[in-house]
Each structure stands twice: as structure tokens, then as C-alpha cells.
């Protein structure tokens, strides 16, 4: 009979897993961590931007910033620009590598016990306990605890078993980087048709660029335009796209009996931007002060758990839903209104200056209202008294 070894079993040495580990471990409870790589962080695809008040608020290490953003450029389908800055840092770039192996570093520090290499690939819930089955060396082996915690990103293979609900839904996030010097602030493309609902961003580091783009339905060539529109400009040839899904939209069960999904396998991810960071570190830490209740409650039922999943719809719901009908609404317009939006900002001091009111760059719902209500032509900023849509 297997002996029951530990409280808590994190699959995922992401950042929100190493995170929420380290937390419940700093509390005595026995935790280990599995990921399927050997080294945690190797070949993460990010592209490290995570605002500056999420980075302090959750203590992330200052050792993995490389860059702080106090400004930046929004350009528009045919490249009018608003420019945008702040008197202090807005946001910083992260070296996502160094952030995960500082994080998982922190936890086990903090007792955490580390299982790398080794790929879950089964579970099975017992009475009392949840086990798994994982691949480490060519050998399968086993192990239990009192609940299972699934970080395991945009990977949803053990959802199912595990009585949870994966993300429906997806967006495709890619990246290059390349040797170069450039000057300047952060750059924000809105891709005109038919990336309508994408966008991309350049991102000047010391010397390097690090380029991205965030695109509908799993469309990978949007890349590709965005390189076309700056490549006159940087004047490279030979690069390397890498790119992945990035979940959209939460998941509809985060929880079953014993067992809690956190960071992007439950979709904590900005339907905005596709940040999953900062998203992902709320959910951590509400699945914190809820598992060490019903820990020493030695109550894991959904029921109980299930307290972690409406204190995250609560705190997130609404922020998730509006970056959703954003996303709706702008794959349904035209470029050239976007355009048109853009010459009302650059033109209309008092537009300019809501936009740059309601601007933050954690929570988006305030500048996603205005938007929407200037798109639909109601607010009453705007001079004529019809959309500029047809509906
Ligand atoms: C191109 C691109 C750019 C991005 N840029 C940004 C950005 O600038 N800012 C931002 O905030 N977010 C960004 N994101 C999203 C961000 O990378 C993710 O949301 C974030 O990594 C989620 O963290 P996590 O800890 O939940 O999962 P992950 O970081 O994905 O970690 C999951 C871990 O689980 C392990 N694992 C999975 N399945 C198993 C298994 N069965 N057994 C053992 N181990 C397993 C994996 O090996 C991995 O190490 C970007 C994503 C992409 C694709």
C-alpha cells in the first residue's frame, strides 16, 4: 500500500506553481513540486513584461528585471501614433528564465521538496488522498498527498481525470529576438486585416529587440506582417519564430474533490494582452489562504474548495469578461475606425487625457469601458452623435 506522503503535490515549476508552493511550505505543510523539465525555466516562450505593481506586490525578485518601461507608442492599423508616458515605471521586462529558477529556488528553500524531470502522467483520487503516476528515468513510479495542485500552463492533459474543466478557448503568442541596438520606448502595433483582434509589440532591450505578437484563433503568420512592417527598420534577415497557445478565458472548473487548478491550467490570463503572470500569482494566492484552511480543516471536498473559485471570479470575473468583448468588438471593425479613434486621441485633449486617466496597465476594465463606449459612439466626449459602427 502506498504511504501517504505529503499534504500538498504541485505538478508545474512555472512561476505560480513555485509560488503557491512556497507559500504553503513557509506555513509546515509538506509540498513537493514536479515539472517534466530538468531545469526549471529552460525554454520558457515569454516575453517577460509584467507591471511594476504586481512586481512588487508579489515580491518578485528585482535580480531577473532587465528593463523598466515608463513610456511607450500605440500604433495604429496605418500607423498614426499616440504616445503614451509616466513619470515612473509602468511596467518592467522580466528574464522569464531567471525569474522561474529564482521562484522555484525560493521554494525550495522553504522545504519544498523537488521532483524535476520527472512528467506526471496519471491520477487517481483514493480515499483520503490523491495519487499520481509519474515518468522519471525510463521508471514509473507513484505517489499521494492530501491534494493535488495542477500548474501545469496551457498543458491540459490530466483536466479530465482530474474532474476539471480546461480553457475552451485559445490565443497563439510568438516571439523572436535578435542582436540590435535600439533607442526608444516600448512599441504597440494593432495589425490591420486580417489580423483584426491581434496585436504586436517590440521591446527594446540593451542589446537586443525582443519582438511578439498575440493573434486570434491560433493564426500564426501575424508574426510575419508585424516583422514586414518594422524590418525597413531593423534590418534583419535571418530570425527564429518560436510561439505557443496561450489560454483564453478562465476556466469553468478550477476545482474537484482534492484537487485545484492555479496560473494559466485554470486560464488566469489577461484576455487583453495574454499575461499570464500577474493573473496567475492573484490565483495562487487566493488558492493559498483557501488551502490552508481546509488543510487543517482536513476538509478537500469541491464544496469547500470551491470558495477559491468565486473569490477569483469576484476579484477577476469582470476583467476577464470585458478583455473577451474588447476582443469581440475590435475583430469586428475596420481598421480605418481604429485609425479614426486614434486621430480623435491625438487631436481631442480631453480624450487624450481620459485615455490617459484610466490608463493601467494591470487591470484594463476602466480603459476597456471607455473604448468600448467610444467605439459605439455613447460617450459623451465624442462630437457626433452616431457610431461609427453600423449597429
Ligand atoms: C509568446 C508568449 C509571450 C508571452 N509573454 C508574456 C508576458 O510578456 N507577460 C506575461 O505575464 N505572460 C506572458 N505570456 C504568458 C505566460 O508565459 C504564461 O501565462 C505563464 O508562463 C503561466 O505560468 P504558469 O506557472 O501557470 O505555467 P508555465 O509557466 O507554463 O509552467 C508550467 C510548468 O508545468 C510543467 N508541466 C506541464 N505539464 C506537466 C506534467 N504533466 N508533469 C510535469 N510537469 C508538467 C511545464 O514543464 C512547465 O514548467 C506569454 C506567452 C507566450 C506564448
Known amino acids: 500500500?502506498?504511504?501517504?506522503?505529503?499534504?500538498?503535490?504541485?505538478?508545474?515549476?512555472?512561476?505560480?506553481?513555485?509560488?503557491?508552493?512556497?507559500?504553503?511550505?513557509?506555513?509546515?505543510?509538506?509540498?513537493?513540486?514536479?515539472?517534466?523539465?530538468?531545469?526549471?525555466?529552460?525554454?520558457?516562450?515569454?516575453?517577460?513584461?509584467?507591471?511594476?505593481?504586481?512586481?512588487?506586490e508579489f515580491n518578485l525578485p528585482e535580480e531577473a528585471i532587465i528593463s523598466r518601461i515608463s513610456d511607450g507608442s500605440l500604433f495604429s492599423p496605418s500607423m498614426i501614433q499616440f504616445y503614451y508616458s509616466h513619470d515612473l515605471p509602468f511596467a518592467y521586462i522580466a528574464d522569464r528564465e531567471k525569474l522561474d529558477k529564482i521562484l522555484y529556488r525560493r521554494a525550495v528553500e522553504k522545504g519544498v521538496e523537488a521532483f524535476l524531470g520527472s512528467l506526471v502522467i496519471d491520477l487517481e483520487k483514493e480515499e483520503g488522498r490523491?495519487?499520481?503516476?509519474?515518468?522519471?528515468?525510463?521508471?514509473?513510479?507513484?505517489?499521494?498527498?492530501?491534494?493535488?495542485?495542477?500548474?501545469?500552463?496551457?498543458?491540459?492533459?490530466?483536466?479530465?481525470?482530474?474532474?476539471?474543466?480546461?480553457?475552451?478557448?485559445?490565443?497563439?503568442?510568438?516571439?523572436?529576438?535578435?542582436?540590435?541596438?535600439?533607442?526608444?520606448?516600448?512599441?504597440?502595433?494593432?495589425?490591420?486585416?486580417?489580423?483584426?483582434?491581434?496585436?504586436?509589440?517590440?521591446?527594446?532591450?540593451?542589446?537586443?529587440?525582443?519582438?511578439?505578437?498575440?493573434?486570434?484563433?491560433?493564426?500564426?503568420?501575424?508574426?510575419?506582417?508585424?516583422?514586414?512592417?518594422?524590418?525597413?527598420?531593423?534590418?534583419?534577415?535571418?530570425?527564429?519564430?518560436?510561439?505557443?497557445?496561450?489560454?483564453?478565458?478562465?476556466?469553468k472548473k478550477m476545482v474537484s474533490e482534492r484537487v485545484i487548478a492555479v496560473g494559466e491550467a485554470a486560464g488566469q490570463v489577461k484576455t487583453t494582452t495574454g499575461g499570464g503572470i500577474h493573473y496567475g500569482l492573484i490565483g495562487a494566492r487566493f488558492a493559498y489562504n483557501v488551502l490552508k484552511k481546509t488543510a487543517l480543516e482536513d476538509d478537500f471536498s469541491e464544496d469547500r474548495l470551491l470558495e477559491y473559485e468565486r473569490l477569483w471570479r469576484i476579484k477577476m470575473g469582470q476583467e476577464i469578461k470585458s478583455g473577451m468583448a474588447l476582443r469581440n468588438l475590435v475583430a469586428k471593425i475596420p481598421s480605418k475606425t481604429v485609425d479614426i479613434i486614434f486621430n480623435w486621441a491625438r487631436k481631442d485633449p480631453a480624450i487624450e487625457e481620459k485615455i490617459k486617466k484610466q490608463f493601467c496597465f494591470d487591470y484594463h476594465k476602466n480603459l476597456v469601458d471607455f473604448g468600448m463606449e467610444l467605439i459605439l459612439g455613447r460617450n459623451t466626449l465624442r462630437r457626433s452623435k452616431f457610431s461609427l459602427l453600423p449597429f
Open 1 to 56: 500500500m502506498l504511504k501517504m506522503e505529503f499534504d500538498f503535490i504541485v505538478i508545474g515549476a512555472g512561476p505560480i506553481g513555485s509560488y503557491l508552493a512556497r507559500l504553503l511550505a513557509s506555513d509546515g505543510f509538506r509540498v513537493a513540486i514536479f515539472d517534466r523539465k530538468k531545469e526549471v525555466g529552460k525554454d520558457v516562450l515569454c516575453s517577460g513584461i509584467i507591471g511594476s505593481e504586481p512586481y512588487r
Open 130 to 251: 490523491v495519487c499520481i503516476e509519474y515518468l522519471n528515468n525510463g521508471y514509473v513510479k507513484k505517489i499521494s498527498a492530501r491534494c493535488l495542485i495542477i500548474a501545469t500552463g496551457a498543458d491540459f492533459a490530466l483536466h479530465r481525470k482530474a474532474g476539471l474543466v480546461a480553457p475552451k478557448r485559445f490565443l497563439w503568442g510568438s516571439r523572436v529576438e535578435f542582436d540590435c541596438k535600439l533607442d526608444g520606448p516600448l512599441e504597440i502595433y494593432i495589425l490591420n486585416n486580417p489580423d483584426l483582434g491581434s496585436f504586436g509589440w517590440v521591446i527594446p532591450l540593451e542589446n537586443k529587440v525582443r519582438i511578439g505578437a498575440l493573434s486570434v484563433d491560433h493564426d500564426r503568420s501575424a508574426i510575419h506582417r508585424l516583422i514586414q512592417k518594422t524590418n525597413g527598420r531593423f534590418r534583419f534577415s535571418d530570425y527564429k519564430i518560436e510561439g505557443a497557445p496561450i489560454a483564453y478565458g478562465d476556466s
